[in-house]
Each structure stands twice: as structure tokens, then as C-alpha cells.
């Protein structure tokens, strides 16, 4: 039996890890999941298009820098060269990189919700909804969708995580981390332009909210 102390710290840290072997335990069975289905799919209408391209024009400006359906997308057309460029007609490559994602944008948001709102369970329930949607088939199983959707989520989930640590340890370790998280998410699609404003509304609605002004 562990000894309990005055400020329950033993208590607290049976939470932190039953909370933390959840989230994880969920992590692990999305991933079973998503790989049994991601697997399975192909290639898909933008796939082609970017994929020809990168193995004609190669590791290029006019690769890199382009104007495609309004967007810019240099991180993802540079995933397109790095990943596809040798695969041949196979989409293992191409699922590898999906399910990475995906594993590292729920460890991302994981580390959010235990930041934010503590050691309590119920942080899990929104979190399975996260991992479990079916919202979520599409990027996971269209390269192209995923190569937008992921990498911004990460960036977004990693400049909040690193703005709320860096203002409650007064780090400029974790300032730059945020910015250097943005950054990245500008470079795979001009839409990260949202992180800024995404990441203030939490700041003022939760993480403020806790010590109000005044």
C-alpha cells in the first residue's frame, strides 16, 4: 500500500499515470484500427497529379513553390518527393506516413488535455471522440487530405502546448518552440494562418479563465 502524504502527492501521481496509460492504451488501438483501414486504400485524384510531378521535376522550385487549387503547400509537396518519388505503384510508403501522423498528433493532443485540464479522467471522453470519429477516415486514408490535415493539426497542437508551458514557466525555450511550431504549419499549408487565433482563443477561455484579470 503507498504511504499517502500530507499534500496527496502519491495520490496525484496514481492519477497522472492511470490517466496517461488511458490515453495511451487508446493511442495504441486507434493506431490497430486506422492501419487495418489506411493499409487497404490507394492512391486518390490529387495523389497522381503530385506524384508525377515530383518524380519528373524532382527536388525543384517549380516542384516546391506553386500555386495548386489556391494553395501553397511546400512541406506537403516535399513529403510528395521525399516519400512517394521511389514507391513505385506501392502505398505502404504512403500509409507509413498517414499513421505516423496521426500517432503523433494524438500523443500531441494528449499532452494538451493533461496540461490544460489536469489529472481527471474525463479528459479522455473528448479524447476518444478525437480518435474514433469517422470524421477522421478521410485524412487517414487520402494521402492528399492527410498530408494537409495532419501536419496542421500537429503544428496547431504543438504551438498550443508550447505557448501554454512557455508562459507558466517563463521559458523562451518553449516561446521558441511555439513559434518554430506555427512556422511549421505555414510551410505545409497557408491555412495555419488559423493557429494564431485558434491558440489565443484557448488561452482566454481556459488557461486565463483559471486567474482572471483584475
Avoid: N
Wanted: aromatic residues 12%; contains cysteine; charged residues 15%.
Amino acid at each position: 500500500m503507498s504511504e499517502q502524504t500530507p499534500d496527496g502527492v502519491v495520490g496525484r501521481r496514481l492519477r497522472v499515470d492511470a490517466v496517461l496509460l488511458g490515453g495511451g492504451l487508446l493511442i495504441v488501438l486507434q493506431t490497430i484500427v486506422r492501419s487495418s483501414i489506411v493499409f487497404r486504400s490507394y492512391y486518390l485524384h490529387d495523389d497522381y497529379l503530385h506524384l508525377e510531378m515530383a518524380r519528373r521535376l524532382g527536388l525543384s522550385h517549380d516542384f516546391l513553390v506553386r500555386d495548386y487549387a489556391g494553395h501553397l503547400e511546400v512541406g506537403q509537396y516535399f513529403l510528395y518527393w521525399l516519400i512517394g518519388r521511389d514507391g513505385g505503384l506501392s502505398f505502404a510508403p504512403a500509409a507509413t506516413s498517414l499513421v505516423i501522423m496521426q500517432v503523433l498528433a494524438s500523443c500531441l493532443l494528449l499532452a494538451v488535455l493533461r496540461v490544460l485540464f489536469g489529472t481527471s479522467p474525463w479528459i479522455l471522453l473528448p479524447f476518444a471522440g478525437y480518435l474514433f470519429t469517422p470524421l477522421g477516415l478521410t485524412v487517414a486514408t487520402w494521402w492528399a487530405a492527410g498530408l494537409q490535415a495532419m501536419p496542421l493539426q500537429i503544428a496547431m497542437l504543438l504551438t498550443l502546448l508550447a505557448v501554454v508551458l512557455a508562459i507558466r514557466r517563463r521559458s523562451w525555450v518553449w516561446a521558441v518552440v511555439s513559434v518554430l511550431g506555427h512556422a511549421l504549419g505555414l510551410v505545409f499549408w497557408e491555412k495555419a494562418v488559423l493557429i494564431l487565433p485558434a491558440v489565443l482563443a484557448v488561452l482566454v477561455l481556459v488557461e486565463w479563465a483559471r486567474e482572471p484579470f483584475g
